[in-house]
């Protein structure tokens, strides 16, 4: 019987170191996997960096363009508009003035105008009769 057992492979002494020899090459083996994949994640991680701000500087000229692009639609829909409001408003201002002459109502530059000619006036009427009185 006891040959029986000496035949098991759980009695095997060079089996058993086998077993070792083999389960510490594992273990080794997978020590070296954790440094190298260690060390290339330091590498994997700059590469990602480096390509990051490769793209970044890509985007940003694109990006950049775009912004200018639309500043400058922004900047020729403002002109149309104040140039479109501007027309709107003298086209009013006219119309109103067109009114009011209707009305009767003079400009303001009319009655300033006005106001002007009546004081030339006055100052000619009180130097004539200044003279009047000088010659009695």
Do not use: C
Request: aromatic letters at 4%; a negative charge; glycine letters at 8%.
């Amino acid at each position: 019987m006891s040959d029986e057992n000496d035949k098991k492979p759980e009695n095997d002494p060079q089996l058993a170191a086998k077993i070792k020899d083999s389960a510490r090459q594992i273990w080794l083996a997978g020590l070296g996997a954790y440094t190298k994949a260690e060390e290339d994640t330091g590498k994997f991680f700059e590469r990602l960096v480096q390509e990051g701000e490769q793209l970044e500087n890509k985007t940003r000229g694109v990006v950049e363009k775009q912004i200018k692009t639309v500043e400058d639609r922004v900047g020729g829909v403002r002109e149309r508009a104040t140039g479109t409001w501007d027309k709107l408003e003298t086209l009013f201002d006219e119309r109103v003035s067109g009114a009011l002459r209707r009305l009767g109502i003079h400009r303001r530059e009319e009655i300033e105008a006005l106001e002007h000619r009546i004081a030339a006036l006055e100052t000619e009427l009180m130097r004539l009769r200044g003279d009047r009185d000088e010659e009695e």
